[in-house]
């Protein structure tokens, strides 16, 4: 995937940034990324099954996800699948975490200069 193309994918929705946050760590499956999406936003994002997997189809036909592993499960299909961050992935997350330390160290700035 080359540059420009990532960089059309920024900036990301909540939603996806939480989802790929939830996968920085390790791989998951659909619903232990619902249940890292909404812990590690205070239960401020919860995201409905569909809306994961949804995602997880989009992100994945975008490159930034991969299906790396298969288990046994009770899924329709009876597996249940785990994906991971590709290295794409890992390039557009680190990206949109660039963009949001700029506005925050921006934003300091901005209320520090106010302050005085």
């Known amino acids: 995937m080359n540059i420009s193309y990532r960089e059309e994918l920024?900036?990301?929705t909540p939603q996806t940034l939480h989802i790929l946050l939830a996968l920085a760590v390790r791989p998951r499956h659909g619903y232990d990324i619902a249940y890292w999406v909404e812990q590690d936003t205070g239960g401020m994002i919860k995201l409905a099954t569909g809306t994961v997997y949804g995602a997880l189809k989009?992100?994945?036909?975008?490159?930034?996800?991969?299906?790396?592993?298969?288990?046994?499960?009770?899924?329709?299909?009876?597996?249940?699948?785990?994906?991971g961050l590709t290295a794409d992935g890992r390039w557009?997350?680190?990206?949109?975490?660039?963009?949001?330390?700029?506005?925050?160290?921006l934003g300091k700035e901005r209320l520090n200069h106010g302050a005085h």
């Open 92 to 105: 557009v997350l680190e990206g949109e975490l660039q963009r949001y330390q700029s506005a925050v160290n």
């Open 58 to 83: 989009r992100l994945t036909a975008q490159h930034l996800l991969e299906r790396v592993e298969t288990q046994e499960g009770s899924g329709p299909a009876g597996e249940c699948y785990f994906y």
């Open 10 to 12: 920024l900036p990301l």
